[in-house]
């Protein structure tokens, strides 16, 4: 079993910048992969970036690229979003998302909801304009 907890979510002015935490325990860290989503009220989940722990790769939806960064601190077994210049359609839930022993896949894949185990309880982001 692993546990997610996110954390960092809040309201902000536009323009202004969150880092998203999302602690996992419960298995080793570095063979994860792992996904942040979102989710506004009325509209679909998505993928916003997706990383594997052991550094291989990382994928991020065309809406995340540029202001979006993933990052993590496998000592702390913590993965991070960086969210720069943000925007009022930034503002949903966000969750983390992980899949132990995660084998390779493409980032239609890694950025889509289905391949993930285990989920985070989501930590509100509002945008203010």
């Known amino acids: 079993q692993v546990q997610l907890v996110e954390s960092g979510g809040g309201s902000v002015e536009a323009g202004g910048s969150l880092r998203l935490s999302c602690s996992a325990s419960?298995?080793?860290?570095?063979?994860?992969?792992m996904g942040w989503f979102r989710q506004a009220p009325g509209k679909e989940r998505e993928g916003v970036a997706a990383i594997y722990t052991d550094g291989s790769n990382s994928y991020y939806s065309n809406s995340a690229k540029g202001r979006f960064a993933p990052s993590q601190d496998n000592p702390k077994n913590t993965l991070y979003l960086n969210i720069n210049t943000l925007k009022h359609e930034d503002s949903a839930m966000y969750y983390c998302?992980?899949?132990?022993?995660?084998?390779?896949?493409?980032?239609?894949?890694?950025?889509?909801?289905?391949?993930?185990?285990?989920w985070g309880q989501g930590t509100q982001v509002t945008v203010s304009s």
């Open positions: 998302a992980a899949r132990p022993r995660c084998p390779p896949m493409t980032a239609i894949q890694a950025l889509g909801s289905k391949v993930y185990s285990y």
């Open positions: 419960g298995e080793r860290f570095s063979t994860f992969c």
